[in-house]
């Protein structure tokens, strides 16, 4: 008996369980996303799903926490280069960093949009949608990519990362 259950049909004779659809089980797990894409049914995989998520949600936090720092600090440099160029005020600095923030994480989510619309063939609306549904970690489950090619989730991660 399979440990996990998609909501997706599958092809009998094939085994869903590949690196692909592993990885995503467990990075929608760790980021506390949870699609409902797929998910444990039995005591064993939900057991494991408990420890996993205790051990894996903290380990993951604390590494979003030192790339949000990185990130943070590249978002200064740039306030700081633009300070200079612009000849702005020390005062301005703060709105400054506020509006690269929002326009940094606007220009990862219509970037990432455009990858997946074209990857998934969905429209750019849709692509728009899911990547927001993903980033802010609500993730319905309604729209979910097809995708088999692992590249392609961590991308997803990365992107999910950047605008963290």
Known sequence: KQ??????????????????????FCLTVVTTI???????VTDEGRGFCIFFALIG????????????QHTANFIRWVCKKLRKCLGGKDEENEKVQQIVTVLFCIIVILTFS??????????????????????TTIGFGDL????TDTRFYFLLVFFNLLCH
């Open 3 to 24: 440990w996990y259950q998609r909501r997706v049909a599958i092809t009998a004779g094939t085994n869903s369980w590949t690196f692909a659809p592993t990885v995503i």
């Open 34 to 40: 949870g699609y409902g894409y797929m998910y444990p």
């Open 57 to 68: 949600i903290p380990l993951f936090m604390a590494c979003l926490a030192v790339y949000a």
């Open 114 to 135: 455009a990858y997946l619309s074209y990857k998934e063939n969905w429209s750019y609306f849709d692509a728009i949608y899911f990547t927001f549904i993903s980033f």
């Open 144 to 147: 979910y990519p097809s995708s």
